[in-house]
Nanobody, 120 residues
Framework: QVHLVESGGGLVQPGGSLRLSCAAS????????MGWYRQAPGKQRELVAT???????NYGDSVKGRFTISRDNGKNMVYLQMNSLRPEDTAVYYC??????????????WGQGTQVTVSS
């Protein structure tokens, strides 16, 4: 079994910052991609930022220049530093790992989601 645990969401004023963290634990053989997605009420889940297995980063257009994804491979953790937050960044943020467990089958795993609310 593999578990993802997120932390770091909350309420912040426009222009503020938050840092999200996500830790993967359990029977992990290798990690392919990892990243963050978000879903606002009434909208589809969208990509925020991802790391590919080769180390390439991808960002959604709306967060480029404001958000930064980073990782700690030794701890199986991924982070999202969010700066210059806007009300339209309000959403539930989900971390995602595509990884192989000891069955050597690659699967997507999702965190439980953490609420980020940007409001004055």
């Amino acid at each position: 079994q593999v578990h993802l645990v997120e932390s770091g969401g909350g309420l912040v004023q426009p222009g503020g910052s938050l840092r999200l963290s996500c830790a993967a634990s359990g029977r992990i053989f290798s990690i392919n991609d990892m990243g963050w997605y978000r879903q606002a009420p009434g909208k589809q889940r969208e990509l925020v930022a991802t790391f590919t297995s080769g180390g390439t980063t991808n960002y959604g257009d709306s967060v480029k220049g404001r958000f930064t994804i980073s990782r700690d491979n030794g701890k199986n953790m991924v982070y999202l530093q969010m700066n210059s937050l806007r009300p339209e960044d309000t959403a539930v943020y989900y971390c995602n790992f595509n990884l192989r467990d000891y069955d050597y089958v690659a699967r997507d795993y999702w965190g439980q989601g953490t609420q980020v609310t940007v409001s004055s």
